[in-house]
């Protein structure tokens, strides 16, 4: 059985340097004052017997979670006017199995290229790699499994073009040696005449709002909140925080949130919020960009709690006519989409025993859906899933 006690040990080498095996903190070493209520899933008793933070997800809105026989213990929340039709919350407590080491901090990765030939034939193939959420190793496994790196996990790919789309950070050890290496990457690709590039997703969100506004009270629309308490409840790491420097802060408030790469709509979340924000993926980047600017915690809250929904396209009812209703706004003619473990969209949760017919462990590659509209690419690595790094367009 999983025991909420356990925590991950180990080491891993960071960037240019190694650091000592070091305890990553779990939510147990922080005391961090929630005014109730909150809208996150949280257990009743809260100061003596925190939820482990690793649980995926621990912000979500609802009442019982998929699968669940009896209603999970959660604060007063009544769904809100503008949660989308059909929204269905995450299971909160699936069990999060370590999939890696984890160290101490490092030193941040420079950016260092030598400039190349720009390889000839126009553009190079599309890929797109699922949430990532600080599994380095197992990052650099698939990229290197799809010759984008080498060993020395330098760009090789030259005019290929590469797409990540969002959650760098929080759950796995090593959110920041992410973001590191994928900022390094968008360096020396460029410089092969290729690209490598990345969308905002909701943990970005977080982890700029965790790190502006700390304890700072935000209008939730169901009480009070915080986005230190938000982030820390979402899997937030310590060692990622004290690591975290503006370098890191500025690149992330810049990502875009939406791109039509080759008939294919990039988004992070599989959710219709993105049309709150405009009528072209030129308007809802630049709406963004704008409302984060501000620097305001109610404005960063409700845009996390937005791009935080999910299954938007998952029933088979009213899911594919969301897909269309984004596909005829922004153009494209398929959605490709992080954000929710594809293990939840098929409704193969494992137990905390591992005892599933078909458990997280199944995910071997993208779920096409939505009538063969939506591509979701979230393999549920933060679940002993799979990292999906997947050239595009898809054979089927």
Known sequence: MYDSATVVEGSMTQGAGQGPAMRTETLRDFRVPVTEPAPYGVSEGFGSEPPVYGSYPAYYEGGTAPGDTAPVPLMSHEPEPDDPEGYTPTQRDLPVIGRGAVGGPGDTVQIHYVPQETAPGGPGPLYVVGDVHGYLDELVTELGAQSLIDAERRWSAGNARLWFLGDFTDRGPDGIGVIDLVMRLSAEAAAAGGYCKALMGNHELLLI?????????????????????????NGGQRTDMERLQDVHLQWMSRLDAAVLEEDHLLLHSDTTAYLDYGDSIEDVNDTIHELLNRNDADITWDL???????????????????????????????????????????????????????GPEAVDGPHVYAEGLAIAMDGGVTMAGKLLVVQLPLSN
Do not use: N
Not at 332 to 356: A, F, K, N, Q
């Open 209 to 233: 709002g965790a790190k502006r506004f700390g304890d700072t009270p935000v209008a939730s629309g169901a009480g009070t909140a915080t986005f230190q308490a938000a982030w820390l409840l």
């Open 304 to 358: 996390f709690r937005k791009f935080t929904k999910r299954f938007a396209f998952r029933d088979e009812d009213t899911g594919p006519q969301a897909v269309r209703e984004l596909l005829g706004t922004y153009g494209g003619s398929r959605v490709v989409h992080g954000h929710s473990p594809i293990p939840y969209l098929l409704g193969e949760v494992g137990t905390e025993d591992g005892d599933s017919a078909r």
